[in-house]
């Protein structure tokens, strides 16, 4: 059966589609378009009046759009290579460019982890959660501009990155490619990885607009495993029609506006207002039963008349579209990889019936071509295809960088860090230990430079130490070798992958790894306490073992470099400062949209429509840790929690208009950075505007030496004091009391101040 949705699937990708493809594959630098005239301007546009660097991008975009026939603007709403998406080769996406105009062909990449180029190497990147764990916009911006670097010297123009999804459910199976369940989190991060990819000249694409919040469940055997990690067409290892219940390309997201302003669109808005993003990729799901990809409120409302948005849009691969006119009219740019509506017959139907006129195709064809310009690719050859000029060292370290500051540890009771010195034995259990782990889908490369946990801890022990390794696929046996051992050190992932979402949240879910994790933890931690936990998951885990271990650490998928990240954290020679960018809850019946399939996975829809399935969003603004705190529900560890090697006090409290400043200070024995997390509670202007106890407003990292003191200090603007009014469709400050408070995580703030705002008493 597998092989036969395999063939199926791989059919629909290759024949027939395939001979619409007219891509030309990649020019080197020195090729010219075939019929450039001399004496040109700009040598490689040509000598083309809309080639006139001089003029403005819009007034060469008008230029060029004259020139331009209507079947020549036809053929540029739409990619032209759908083998390649599945492949990655020779890219992920070509779009044809017209020669006769300067236009060059235009070429697309994954993605947020990494390059994703067929079975070239690149550098794997920890996954996103470990640079939301890290709360660094420096490392942003450095990997965001690494990973550019990459898509450049593989030939690419765009890179389909960074996810900016919020984390809604934890089951969902890319939560790994974001950064989180906050949205002040995702925008301060989202931002400076656009900016530093774009300052590489490469087109960052923001995705996935709106709320891809779940890719839905496979359903109950026989379903479920049938089309589990599906070997595809080259690099991608999982199909996208996994989801059959509440599937990304059949459900509705149905929320509120004040939601939707509030929790899921603010990192999509710093990436337009702040990030100045070029390309917007268009979600699968629909959004309040409209398609994402034909949703006025979102392309044209939203994103053109309230942001400004003036670069494109595209769909998400093959199944993000569904119809023409509304699209065309509504704001899609472009579909991608290939057309389905948007294909000259169709598009010249439209025109025919007069459902879609012509000013609309320049408006789609033109903001396309207005960002091609902007961005410079009219005006330069295609990139070469020379990986050979990639730094890959550089990358490496960079990644490296990452999961040091994005590993989080959860639990230690002195163990840590480990003591080289005093240690004969280490047991390295796990086969997770000893391989490259990451997650399923489009994220998915191959890492250029792989140093495994098992290697690292190794090299790290040295002669000191045996370190002996047994893969925990028999938990007595690794139980055994733990009892013989000083310490061991257990690592566990889990199996996350676009396409479909995780069916729980346990290590122990049934067919998602054939084995009990939770089980492997709890005979090894009964045979030496001295068990050190390894998680390498995308998600937030169940940890019901977590007091009967000596220590915890959450790695994430940590990229090529995880191993020495890791080993450096467990020895000691890193001091650990990560802190969580979503919430571990004790249950799965703690999270917010537990037991009720209308929250999640969605329910099939009874009206007609388009969508099959929809979602309610009933829990509202109460996300992630606003859920648990308004609930009074202890989580296991709690948004923004990390502990390190050494401690830190914090003290004096200032507020000055809207600055706020705070002393913190290194208390231990050893130097490290704190990530110093400001917080505010808004009064709630009427009963029915709910405001969670606590929002995420600020944070700073600080790096201390012992008895080191420092000032943080956190800039508050009027965004942050502002709740979505439905009625006045704006931005609104309350009058009333706030409260400011500053701490080491989401439930431990130790000052706090009040502060009266819109004439508002305290
Ligand atoms: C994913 C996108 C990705 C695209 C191209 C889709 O399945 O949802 O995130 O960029 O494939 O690989």
């Known amino acids: 059966m597998k092989l036969i949705v395999k063939a199926l699937f791989a ?24 019929d450039e005239p001399g004496g040109s301007n700009n040598a490689a546009c040509g000598d083309f009046a809309w080639c006139d660097s001089s003029l403005s991008a819009a007034q060469r975009t008008a230029l060029l759009l004259n020139e331009l026939t209507l079947d020549e603007k036809l053929q540029l709403m739409a990619g032209d290579d759908p083998a390649s998406a599945a492949a990655g080769e020779p890219a992920v996406g070509v779009a044809n460019g017209i020669k006769r105009v300067g236009l060059d062909t235009v070429f697309y990449s994954d993605g947020p982890v990494g390059v994703r180029q067929g079975a070239s190497v690149t ?68 931002v400076p990885w656009i900016q530093g990819a774009q300052a590489q000249g490469v087109i960052a694409n923001v995705k996935h607009y709106a709320m891809n919040n779940q890719e839905g469940q496979v359903g109950v055997p026989p379903f479920s495993g049938l089309l589990d990690d599906l070997p595809l067409v080259g690099g991608i290892d999982v199909p996208p029609l996994t989801g059959l219940i509440g599937g990304r390309f059949l459900v509705s997201a149905n929320v509120e506006e004040r939601t939707l302003r509030e929790i ?43 942001w400004g948005f ?12 569904k119809d023409t006119v509304k699209s065309a009219n509504n704001g ?14 169709l598009l010249n139907a439209a025109l025919l019936s007069g459902q879609v006129v012509e000013s609309i195709i320049d408006q789609r064809v033109g903001n396309q071509l207005r960002t091609l310009v902007k961005f410079g690719v009219m005006d330069r050859d295609n990139y070469p295809e020379d990986p050979e000029n990639i ?12 999961a040091e500051r994005g590993t989080v540890l959860l639990r230690n009771n002195g163990l840590l860090p480990l003591d080289v010195g005093s240690l004969s034995s ?50 007595n046996n690794a139980a055994r070798l733990a009892a013989a051992s000083d310490v061991a050190l257990v690592f566990v992932t ?24 939770d089980d492997l933890i709890r005979a090894v931690s009964a045979a030496n306490p001295d068990t050190v936990v390894i998680l390498q998951t995308g998600s937030a885990v169940l940890t019901p073992w977590r007091n009967q271990i000596a220590g915890l650490l959450e790695a994430w998928y940590p990229g090529e470099a995880g191993g020495p990240a890791i080993a450096g954290i467990l020895f000691g020679d890193v001091n650990p400062s990560g802190k969580l960018p979503i919430t571990f809850p004790v249950s799965e019946n703690d999270t917010p949209y537990a037991n009720d399939p209308r929250q999640y996975p969605g329910v099939p829809v009874s009206a007609a429509g388009g969508s099959v399935f929809q979602t309610e969003y009933s829990e509202g603004v109460l996300v992630g840790y606003r859920w648990y705190d308004q609930q009074g529900i202890e989580p296991a560890y709690a948004f923004g929690f990390g502990l390190s090697y050494t401690t830190y006090a914090y003290s004096d409290l200032r507020v000055s208009g809207n600055t706020v400043t705070a002393t913190v200070t290194n208390t231990g024995t050893r130097a490290g950075t704190e990530i110093a997390q400001l917080y505010l509670a808004l009064p709630a202007p009427a009963v029915d505007v709910i405001q969670p106890p606590w929002k995420l407003k600020g944070f700073q990292r600080t790096r201390l030496t012992p008895g080191q003191s420092a000032d943080v200090v956190f800039n508050l603007n009027k965004r942050a004091f502002s709740f979505w009014d439905i009625n006045a469709n704006d931005w609104r400050v309350a009058p009333g009391c706030y409260r400011i408070a500053v701490g080491r995580h989401s439930r431990d703030l130790p000052l706090q101040r009040n502060v009266s705002r819109a004439g508002g008493d305290c």
């Open 11 to 34: 059919a629909f990708l290759g024949t027939g589609l395939v001979a619409c493809s007219g891509s030309d594959g990649r020019q080197s630098s020195s090729q010219q378009p075939a």
């Open 123 to 190: 550098t794997a990147h920890p996954a996103p959660m470990a640079l939301g764990a890290s709360f660094s916009r420096q490392l942003a911006r450095q990997t965001g501009a690494a990973v550019a670097d990459e898509v450049k010297h593989y030939g690419n123009d765009v890179v389909h990155a960074p996810t900016v999804d919020v984390v809604r459910v934890l089951v969902h199976g890319r939560v790994f490619e974001t950064y989180g369940e906050d949205p002040f989190l995702a925008a301060k991060l989202a």
């Open 264 to 306: 899921y669109l603010p990192p999509f808005e710093a990436a337009v207002i702040a990030g100045n993003v070029g390309a917007v990729m268009c979600a699968y799901n629909y959004v309040n039963g409209d398609p994402a990809c034909s949703s006025k409120h979102l392309l044209q409302e939203i994103l053109r008349d309230e």
């Open 310 to 321: 003036d670069g494109y849009v595209l769909t998400d691969y093959y199944f993000a579209q």
């Open 332 to 345: 899609n740019d472009l579909e991608m990889p290939f057309g389905l509506h948007y294909t000259p017959a």
């Open 391 to 402: 730094d890959f060292a550089v990358h490496h370290a960079i990644a490296r960088a990452t």
């Open 426 to 475: 280490i047991a390295i259990i796990g086969e997770s230990a000893n391989r490259y782990v990451n997650g399923g889908g489009s994220s998915a490369v191959n890492p250029a430079n792989l140093v495994t946990p098992r290697t690292a801890i190794n090299e790290r022990a040295g002669a000191a130490a045996t370190v002996r390794y047994n893969d925990g696929s028999n938990a």
């Open 494 to 517: 889990d199996n996350a992958s676009e396409g479909q979402d995780r069916l729980c949240l346990s290590l122990s879910c049934p067919l998602d790894f054939g084995q009990d994790q």
